[in-house]
């Protein structure tokens, strides 16, 4: 019974040091998913895992019964770290990471301490190497906030509308301020990190602006 206890505590322990170490990583990098969120499926996953195989030594049937369950269990966790607004898609990583550290949990879980290490650490350089020549190279899309300042709301609106359909491109989350002589037009739009640099070089050089301005830009995962 002792040896049997220290295993699973062992387990346990090792699962929720992995779960964190990926759970930190995330949390350092502001996402839904931190800290306690990856540790917590990492741990429970594991704890799945566990009772599955003891629960099936004494009382007779599939001993993977429960740890089978975990997949569709951890499916709709990442589905509700999804989110979908006009056309965009944000979360599928944090859904991703979700996914893997669930295995994480379910390989330390079953005993497999190498494999859920190895696994860790291909997460990690995954998550943070491969993020950084994503930047880099600019092949992740980002929305970028504007505000463009303007004397009339109608021709502001449809000198927008125009640059961004030149621009295959269409404004989100758009938001109308001000008053009769200047109206402020706040919206955001998806591009790279080239057609970033080539949008506002429109906006600026158009002659209808009173002002543009870029108000920051969110990540998409």
């Known amino acids: 019974m002792s040896t049997v206890l220290s295993s699973t505590i062992t387990r346990l322990v090792i699962a929720a040091l992995l779960g964190g170490i990926i759970g930190l990583e995330r949390e350092l990098h502001h996402k839904p998913a931190g800290l306690r969120t990856n540790m917590f499926i990492c741990f429970g996953a ?15 049937g599939d001993h993977t019964r429960i740890a089978a369950q975990i997949i569709p269990g951890i499916g709709f966790i990442g589905a509700g770290s999804i989110l979908h607004s006009r056309g965009s898609v944000t979360g599928l990583t944090t859904a991703a990471t979700l996914f893997v550290v669930a295995s994480v949990g379910m390989a330390a879980g079953g005993g497999l301490y190498l494999t ?3 696994a860790t650490g291909l997460i ?3 998550l943070a190497l491969l993020g950084n ?3 880099r190279f600019s092949l992740k899309s980002v929305s970028l ?3 463009v300042t303007g004397e009339s709301l109608e021709t502001t609106i449809a ?3 125009r640059i961004l359909e ?3 491109q269409r404004m989100q989350n758009v938001h109308v301020a001000g008053a009769p002589g200047h109206y402020r037009v706040i919206f955001s739009v998806d591009c790279s990190g080239d057609e970033q640099d080539e949008l506002k070089l429109l906006l600026e050089e158009s002659t209808v602006f009173s002002g543009v301005a870029t108000l920051g830009a969110t990540e998409h995962e």
């Open 124 to 126: 990690l350089v995954a």
């Open 166 to 168: 030149a621009e295959q």
């Open 116 to 118: 859920a290490v190895f």
């Open 133 to 135: 020549v994503e930047r």
């Open 145 to 147: 906030n504007y505000e």
């Open 159 to 161: 000198e927008l509308n």
């Open 46 to 60: 594991a704890m799945f895992t566990i009772l599955s195989d003891q629960l099936a030594m004494e009382h007779p």
